[in-house]
C-alpha cells in the first residue's frame, strides 16, 4: 500500500513559479513511477508529467514541456513538479500518482492518488 501527500499548491500570478512535492510512504517507493495529473473545473483529468522508475525516463504533456520539470527524491520519497511560466489555464487541482512499474501517460493505470492540490494562476 502507498499513501501519496500532496503540498505545495497556492494562489501564484501569471509568469510565476511553484514547486508541488508529493511525499509517498512506503518501503518500495524506488520500484514506483509516479505521474503528476491536473483537473480544471468542468474538465477530465489530464496528464502533465511522470517519472519512469528504471532508468529514470520522463514524460510531459506538450502543453507544459520546456515549463515543468518532474523530478524525484527517492532517500525523501518525495516527487515534485516545478512549474515556471505559469499561465492560467494551468489552474486547475494537481494530483500526484504511483504505480509499480513503467511510468504512463494515462490516469488508469496508477494504482494511487493523493488528495490533490489546487494551483490558481492569476492573469
Known amino acids: 500500500q502507498v499513501q501519496l501527500v500532496e503540498s505545495g499548491g497556492g494562489l501564484v500570478q501569471a509568469g510565476g513559479s511553484l514547486r508541488l512535492s508529493c511525499a509517498a510512504s512506503g518501503r518500495t517507493f524506488s520500484t514506483y513511477s509516479m505521474g503528476w495529473f491536473r483537473q480544471a473545473p468542468g474538465k477530465d483529468r489530464e496528464f502533465v508529467a511522470a517519472?519512469?522508475?528504471?532508468?529514470?525516463?520522463?514524460y510531459y504533456a506538450d502543453s507544459v514541456k520546456g515549463r515543468f520539470t518532474i523530478s524525484r527524491d527517492t532517500a525523501k520519497n518525495t516527487v515534485y513538479l516545478q512549474m515556471n511560466s505559469l499561465k492560467p489555464e494551468d489552474t486547475a487541482v494537481y494530483y500526484c500518482a504511483a504505480r509499480m512499474g513503467s511510468a504512463a501517460v494515462t490516469a488508469a493505470p496508477y494504482d494511487y492518488w493523493g488528495q490533490g492540490t489546487q494551483v490558481t494562476v492569476s492573469s
Open positions: 517519472f519512469d522508475y528504471n532508468g529514470g525516463n520522463t
